[in-house]
């Protein structure tokens, strides 16, 4: 499909995209579950382009609807969002551009939906498609229910010609049925549901005994120098220390969580998307509420409470199908501190948050392939044995050893001091400490004190997680104290042979790339040099447009820029994630600095090239949007005008005016300066500064000016520059 390439820069669909697309165009109710990076927004962005009416998106999270909507109008697609935290005049301009119909999208909460003067807004025009997106949230048994989302069922009712979709990337078959119920899904009318793999190939997953928590993290951030990422805490005091102690370090950090007062939460927000912080230090029961596809690793300070929160936070790391890392510091005192913060007075909502967090402990303890248990929790079944990508596959099988003595030492101890003590006491007894508690109850006379000294005492709570992983003893409720299995019996009597590892084999010193599966390895090895140069470029465009740097492009696109080096459209355009719009808006920066480092180091031709994947049509520079809008403001028409002739903002028209100058066109008329919102005083000063520093760079002058000028601004002024002065390219 040409909206694919043109308008998103893909050059084909993800697994199931292009099903699910098709479904939803023939206006059948569709539910799509599909991992975190797999692709879903695209599934309900790419059909809005094709109907004639409004998508409605129903998003939770008043952050990610911005995002969604500052990514779309980088690709030229006109979204607005209707929230709270708009100021009143620019709800009442997206009011007036979907009663317009020059809306596509419009993102908005499931409490603001419901509302009589948004559904009275929305029945005078029409509405080809309502896409509910975190549906898991409908659902009771969900990791993350919420009771407005029930409301929704009754929204479908006021648009029935509509469309609905629900999207999720965690929702476990009872999830999905109980989605099904609520949203009135009838297979009598076409209804599908689509359930893609959850296997995120690309990261590497591992979990790590907690032992001493700041130290393991600073050993993790030194294998992730320059990576953006996330850390998650149990709570907002264990997130405030921890981010204080990294930033003493002098490492970028900043909190996230509920208690920051939301003038803070938002800016700490804003660092952290826009690159200018590195890491986020965040509370698990807080949602980011975030796109940001460079995240490189996420790093589980405590224990999730649920597979689901799990796997969805893990699922931030690594958008951009670039490898990532994801380590989770395991402990069993976080258990009852979790389960304290689950309860509630719903007895029902109890059980659900307790077997979930069981789940998690189970996934935390397991020796086997960790990828394969998380998708047979979501029932995806048929994952090999070994996936390569976790601590437990990745372990040197040399490392395994017979530790059936071991095993026989602790079982025996347990039995004989009546079943009742945690596996401190235990270990106290077989390393022949000389505890209050240990001569109280007499252990001092058993035969198993001292028998242990041997190991460490870090060896031996080691071994005690794998014996209860492994069964032979399990946790008593109430207070902790471990009791034998039938199984254990077999070891004690010599029947069963116990293989296991007498120290953690969750070590930091394999970097990421050196476990890389190789199926996520799908480009040769691009310049770093150039990749940072594309890195700060992109920096530099993104602070002058105000959006997010991945909103101008993803890493993956720039792994390809410092690939193949693209230096003409046809090539430019033929790179991951660059559409028309792009091309255009960026294209002559990107290009220009990589001709500039291709000349310096004596790169001429690229040995390899990457294929085409779509016929791209070569047009002439007559052709082209630039030189059009050129054309038009040269014969005298206005910019605003020019911008409603070609649906773009007037920012937009700018951007193209500059470009065209840049092909060799004079600017020969100077009512761009007609658009200009600063003082006249002001205009003179930035003059100045351009006649001072140039015009080819405009942070030198937005930084002389003390940024009293905003860049928009900045752009306008570099024009009526160009023009007073008579300036050719």
């Given at each position: 499909?040409?909206?694919?390439?043109?308008?998103?820069?893909?050059?084909?669909?993800?697994?199931?995209?292009?099903?699910?697309?098709?479904?939803?165009?023939?206006?059948?109710?569709?539910?799509?579950?599909?991992?975190?990076?797999?692709?879903?927004?695209?599934?309900?962005?790419?059909?809005?382009?094709?109907?004639?009416?409004?998508?409605?998106?129903?998003?939770?999270?008043?952050?990610?609807?911005?995002?969604?909507?500052?990514?779309?109008?980088?690709?030229?697609?006109?979204?607005?969002?209707?929230?709270?935290?708009?100021?009143?005049?620019?709800?009442?301009?997206?009011?007036?551009?979907?009663?317009?119909?020059?809306?596509?999208?419009?993102?908005?909460?499931?409490?603001?939906?419901?509302?009589?003067?948004?559904?009275?807004?929305?029945?005078?025009?029409?509405?080809?498609?309502?896409?509910?997106?975190?549906?898991?949230?409908?659902?009771?048994?969900?990791?993350?229910?919420?009771?407005?989302?029930?409301?929704?069922?009754?929204?479908?009712?006021?648009?029935?010609?509509?469309?609905?979709?629900?999207?999720?990337?965690?929702?476990?078959?009872?999830?999905?049925?109980?989605?099904?119920?609520?949203?009135?899904?009838?297979?009598?009318?076409?209804?599908?549901?689509?359930?893609?793999?959850?296997?995120?190939?690309?990261?590497?997953?591992?979990?790590?005994?907690?032992?001493?928590?700041?130290?393991?993290?600073?050993?993790?951030?030194?294998?992730?120098?320059?990576?953006?990422?996330?850390?998650?805490?149990?709570?907002?005091?264990?997130?405030?220390?921890?981010?204080?102690?990294?930033?003493?370090?002098?490492?970028?950090?900043?909190?996230?969580?509920?208690?920051?007062?939301?003038?803070?939460?938002?800016?700490?927000?804003?660092?952290?998307?826009?690159?200018?912080?590195?890491?986020?230090?965040?509370?698990?029961?807080?949602?980011?509420?975030?796109?940001?596809?460079?995240?490189?690793?996420?790093?589980?300070?405590?224990?999730?409470?649920?597979?689901?929160?799990?796997?969805?936070?893990?699922?931030?790391?690594?958008?951009?199908?670039?490898?990532?890392?994801?380590?989770?510091?395991?402990?069993?005192?976080?258990?009852?501190?979790?389960?304290?913060?689950?309860?509630?007075?719903?007895?029902?909502?109890?059980?659900?948050?307790?077997?979930?967090?069981?789940?998690?402990?189970?996934?935390?303890?397991?020796?086997?392939?960790?990828?394969?248990?998380?998708?047979?929790?979501?029932?995806?079944?048929?994952?090999?044995?070994?996936?390569?990508?976790?601590?437990?596959?990745?372990?040197?099988?040399?490392?395994?050893?017979?530790?059936?003595?071991?095993?026989?030492?602790?079982?025996?101890?347990?039995?004989?001091?009546?079943?009742?003590?945690?596996?401190?006491?235990?270990?106290?007894?077989?390393?022949?400490?000389?505890?209050?508690?240990?001569?109280?109850?007499?252990?001092?006379?058993?035969?198993?004190?001292?028998?242990?000294k041997d190991l460490s005492k870090k060896q031996w709570f080691y071994l005690s997680r794998q014996f209860q992983s492994k069964g032979f003893v399990q946790r008593e409720d109430n207070y902790?104290?471990?009791?034998?299995?039938?199984?254990?019996?077999?070891?004690?009597?010599?029947?069963?042979?116990?293989?296991?590892?007498?120290?953690?084999?969750?070590?930091?010193?394999?970097?990421?790339?050196?476990?890389?599966?190789?199926?996520?390895?799908?480009?040769?090895?691009?310049?770093?040099?150039?990749?940072?140069?594309?890195?700060?470029?992109?920096?530099?465009?993104?602070?002058?447009?105000?959006?997010?740097?991945?909103?101008?492009?993803?890493?993956?696109?720039?792994?390809?820029?410092?690939?193949?080096?693209?230096?003409?459209?046809?090539?430019?355009?033929?790179?991951?994630?660059?559409?028309?719009?792009?091309?255009?808006?960026?294209?002559?920066?990107f290009m220009a600095l990589i001709r500039d480092f291709c000349t310096a180091h004596a790169i001429s031709e690229v040995t390899e090239k990457k294929p085409p994947a779509f016929a791209i049509?070569?047009?002439?520079?007559?052709?082209?949007?630039?030189?059009?809008?050129?054309?038009?403001?040269?014969?005298?028409?206005?910019?605003?005008?020019?911008?409603?002739?070609?649906?773009?903002?007037?920012?937009?028209?700018?951007?193209?005016?500059?470009?065209?100058?840049?092909?060799?066109?004079?600017?020969?008329?100077?009512?761009?300066?007609?658009?200009?919102?600063?003082?006249?005083?002001?205009?003179?000063?930035?003059?100045?500064?351009?006649?001072?520093?140039?015009?080819?760079?405009?942070?030198?002058?937005?930084?002389?000016?003390?940024?009293?000028?905003?860049?928009?601004?900045?752009?306008?002024?570099?024009?009526?520059?160009?023009?007073?002065?008579?300036?050719?390219?």
């Amino acid at each position: 499909m040409e909206i694919l390439k043109t308008v998103f820069g893909y050059d084909d669909f993800r697994p199931l995209q292009k099903e699910i697309i098709d479904h939803i165009l023939e206006k059948k109710d569709t539910l799509v579950v599909l991992p975190t990076g797999g692709g879903k927004s695209l599934c309900f962005q790419l059909p809005a382009l094709v109907f004639d009416g409004l998508t409605i998106v129903v998003s939770p999270l008043i952050s990610l609807m911005k995002d969604q909507v500052d990514q779309l109008g980088e690709m030229g697609v006109s979204a607005v969002c209707l929230n709270s935290s708009l100021p009143a005049e620019q709800y009442r301009h997206h009011v007036s551009l979907i009663q317009q119909g020059r809306v596509r999208l419009l993102y908005i909460a499931p409490e603001s939906l419901v509302r009589p003067n948004l559904l009275e807004l929305l029945h005078t025009v029409t509405v080809d498609c309502v896409a509910i997106d975190e549906a898991h949230c409908i659902s009771a048994w969900g990791h993350d229910f919420r009771p407005e989302y029930r409301q929704l069922a009754q929204i479908r009712q006021q648009f029935p010609k509509a469309v609905c979709t629900a999207f999720t990337a965690t929702a476990t078959p009872t999830v999905q049925k109980d989605i099904q119920t609520s949203l009135g899904f009838s297979r009598d009318n076409g209804f599908r549901a689509f359930i893609g793999s959850f296997d995120r190939k690309n990261l590497v997953i591992r979990v790590m005994f907690k032992d001493n928590p700041l130290q393991q993290t600073l050993d993790f951030l030194a294998s992730h120098k320059d990576d953006s990422g996330i850390i998650y805490c149990l709570s907002r005091k264990q997130v405030e220390n921890l981010s204080n102690q990294l930033a003493a370090r002098g490492f970028s950090v900043r909190p996230y969580h509920a208690g920051l007062d939301d003038t803070a939460r938002d800016r700490f927000q804003t660092e952290f998307i826009k690159d200018d912080v590195r890491i986020m230090v965040a509370t698990i029961a807080f949602g980011m509420g975030i796109d940001k596809p460079n995240v490189r690793f996420v790093l589980h300070y405590d224990l999730p409470k649920s597979v689901e929160n799990y796997y969805q936070e893990i699922g931030r790391a690594g958008r951009d199908d670039l490898d990532a890392e994801c380590l989770l510091l395991f402990s069993h005192a976080d258990i009852p501190r979790l389960k304290s913060l689950v309860t509630s007075q719903d007895e029902q909502r109890n059980r659900a948050a307790w077997f979930h967090l069981e789940d998690m402990v189970r996934f935390a303890e397991a020796e086997d392939c960790r990828k394969k248990r998380l998708l047979a929790y979501f029932g995806e079944t048929g994952a090999q044995d070994d996936c390569g990508m976790c601590d437990n596959c990745l372990a040197p099988k040399e490392q395994v050893q017979d530790i059936s003595i071991a095993a026989q030492k602790f079982l025996s101890c347990v039995k004989r001091t009546g079943e009742r003590f945690g596996a401190g006491h235990i270990i106290d007894v077989l390393r022949g400490a000389e505890t209050k508690k240990i001569f109280q109850f007499r252990h001092h006379q058993l035969s198993t004190y001292g028998i242990g000294k041997d190991l460490s005492k870090k060896q031996w709570f080691y071994l005690s997680r794998q014996f209860q992983s492994k069964g032979f003893v399990q946790r008593e409720d109430n207070y902790g104290g471990l009791t034998l299995t039938p199984e254990a019996w077999g070891v004690l009597k010599g029947e069963t042979k116990v293989s296991g590892l007498l120290d953690s084999r969750h070590k930091l010193s394999q970097p990421v790339a050196e476990t890389t599966n190789a199926e996520s390895a799908e480009l040769p090895a691009h310049h770093p040099d150039l990749f940072e140069l594309l890195r700060q470029k992109r920096k530099e465009l993104a602070d002058e447009a105000g959006v997010p740097p991945y909103a101008v492009f993803p890493d993956k696109t720039l792994v390809e820029m410092a690939t193949f080096f693209p230096r003409t459209d046809t090539d430019f355009l033929n790179t991951f994630g660059v559409g028309q719009t792009k091309l255009e808006k960026y294209g002559p920066a990107f290009m220009a600095l990589i001709r500039d480092f291709c000349t310096a180091h004596a790169i001429s031709e690229v040995t390899e090239k990457k294929p085409p994947a779509f016929a791209i049509k070569e047009s002439s520079p007559k052709d082209k949007r630039h030189f059009q809008v050129g054309q038009l403001y040269h014969e005298g028409a206005f910019i605003t005008d020019i911008a409603g002739q070609f649906h773009v903002k007037p920012a937009t028209v700018i951007n193209h005016l500059y470009r065209y100058f840049q092909d060799g066109n004079p600017i020969s008329s100077g009512q761009v300066i007609d658009i200009c919102s600063i003082t006249e005083d002001l205009q003179i000063k930035a003059l100045k500064a351009f006649e001072a520093h140039g015009y080819t760079l405009l942070k030198p002058i937005f930084e002389d000016l003390d940024r009293e000028i905003p860049y928009s601004e900045l752009h306008i002024l570099r024009l009526y520059y160009l023009y007073v002065n008579k300036i050719d390219a």
